[in-house]
């Protein structure tokens, strides 16, 4: 067990753990409440609602994170059968999800009173906005968790106040010097102040934040964004929280993140193990959530054809019923033994840490950004929506470890450039920053470090005797 430098406070202390139901969130709130777990005089409780029990259970197998299921009240359940995240249930019915949680609040103020919890670690979203007066009504300490790096939420926060923003002639908004993105890719942001209203009030009510990213990735956002007036003084960066232990159990948990591994999961690394040549596949996924129409998803499939190399795709698993009406005649017969079509849910991190893969595709989600990095791995970009066009930009032109597919009108060159020796600069960038990152999770590292400052802050909180 790692141990944790502190001063004397009541132990152990009781952190509890709650994510919007989303994979893109879920799944690093899952992995820092086992990072947390590991160190000395904690416990680590998740708390989920039953329908996504399938995903959490194995994910924390092995750990002694504890899990509790928080059943939505009756008159509020969402809708037998629809299911309670957003990456099951269907697009249409997001918003009957989301306007159920709110009713999570007393049971979840009663479940934390009960358990005597010190801290409750949470992600921020205008439908759980309530979790902040649960902490501040219990006297605990509530940590924001945010779920992507600091450039992406900085410019996601400001993006409102930037010359030009509100002015209709201007169509291209200057985000930081020299980087430049169209005012349309940002309209979420721009259209919508209620995400901002309820990203300022998280922080304004916040113990503390806790950053998906590592100081070595994006330092100088860092050291901005903890001295920026209206940012808590506390900030943490604690990932790649998935990198942070190497046992055989942690793989294991590795590959059944977001649920257990299935048999295509297992098929896919059975065909990575008989690949000989070294990163010579490429790994094209965009996240849990996207939507492609038949028609990008074609393009999506000559693209890859057209680019010459081997490749596992991951073709959600509501795309995949209709596979017959898009996918381009002949091609599972022509890409046989080259390429690979994963219906469903893959083990990406597994995937993405096999000898046999050299880049991804991906739609600059956040997570999938930091675990292709982590594992040294340079990026074809082509981002869905709101921040992805961000990181995009992050991963482009300021890390400069990826080139754009721009959105799916160049994929087969940008494969060709993240994958042949024209690439060689961008990899052995990008394997700089993987080699900071496994830094950054060992003892003694900035991230280690980190985790160390948080727990220690919310023990000094409570050995001041300030609890409710
Ligand atoms: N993921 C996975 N298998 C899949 C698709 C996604 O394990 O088939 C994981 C991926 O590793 C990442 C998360 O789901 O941890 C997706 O998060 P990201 O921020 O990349 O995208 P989002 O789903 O939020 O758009």
């Not at 509790?68 to 809708?79: D, H, I, S, T």
């Not at 995240?85 to 709110?102: C, E, I, K, Y």
């Not at 924001?144 to 410019?155: E, K, N, R, S, W």
């Not at 080139?403 to 060159?413: I, K, W």
Request: aromatic share 8%; hydrophobic share 40%.
């Amino acid at each position: 067990m790692d141990t944790c430098s502190s001063t004397e406070y009541r132990r152990p202390l009781r952190f509890f753990f709650f994510s919007f139901p989303a994979f893109g969130h879920m799944i690093p709130l899952i992995d820092i409440a086992k990072l947390f777990s590991r160190r000395r005089g904690v416990s680590c409780t998740f708390v989920a609602t039953p329908g996504n029990e399938y995903a959490v259970r194995p994910a924390i197998e092995g750990s002694t994170v504890d899990l509790l299921l928080l059943p939505f009240p009756p008159e509020a359940a969402p809708g037998s059968g629809m299911g309670e995240n957003l990456a099951t249930v269907p697009r249409s019915q997001h918003g009957r999800l989301l306007s159920a949680l709110p009713a999570l609040k007393d049971p979840f103020h009663d479940l934390l009173r009960a358990h005597r919890a010190d801290c409750v670690v949470s992600d921020v979203h205008s439908s759980i906005m309530w979790i902040d007066d649960v902490a501040l009504a219990l006297g605990i300490p509530r940590i924001l968790f945010v779920i992507v790096g600091v450039f992406p939420a900085t410019v996601v926060e400001t993006v409102a106040t930037l010359p030009g923003a509100h002015d209709e002639s201007v169509e291209t908004l200057t985000i930081e010097e020299g980087i430049e993105l169209p005012k349309a890719e940002l309209s979420t942001f721009l259209s919508n102040p209620e995400i901002i209203h309820a990203i300022e009030e998280a922080k304004r009510r916040c113990f503390g934040v806790v950053f998906n990213t590592f100081y070595e990735l994006e330092g100088r956002y860092v050291d901005r964004y903890r001295t920026k007036p209206g940012c808590p003084r506390r900030t943490f960066c604690v990932s790649p929280v998935f990198l942070s232990k190497t046992t055989s159990a942690a793989a294991a948990a590795a590959a059944n993140r977001g649920g257990k591994i299935d048999s295509a999961g297992e098929e896919c690394l059975k065909w990575l193990d008989s690949v000989e040549a070294e990163g010579s596949v490429t790994y094209v996924c965009f996240g849990s959530e996207n939507e492609f129409g038949r028609q990008q998803l074609t393009s999506i499939a000559l693209g890859l054809e057209a680019s010459g190399y081997p490749f596992v795709w991951v073709v959600k698993k509501s795309l995949a019923e209709d596979i017959a009406g898009w996918l381009p005649e002949g091609f599972e017969e022509r890409m046989e033994g080259r390429g690979l079509i994963i219906k469903g849910w893959a083990p990406q991190v597994a995937i993405l840490n096999h000898r046999a893969v050299g880049a991804i595709v991906t739609h600059c989600g956040w997570n999938s950004t930091l675990e292709a990095i982590s594992a040294g791995l340079p990026l074809a970009t082509w981002p869905l929506q709101c921040d992805q066009f961000v990181t995009e930009k992050y991963v482009t032109q300021v890390l400069r470890v990826g080139v754009s597919a721009c959105r799916g009108a160049r994929l087969a060159e940008a494969v060709r450039e993240v994958m042949g020796s024209g690439g060689a600069e961008m990899r052995q960038r990008v394997r700089e920053y993987a080699a900071k990152a496994k830094e950054a999770v060992q003892e003694g590292g900035s991230s280690y470090k980190d985790v160390d400052n948080l727990i220690e802050e919310v023990g000094k909180y409570h050995a001041a005797g300030k609890q409710g």
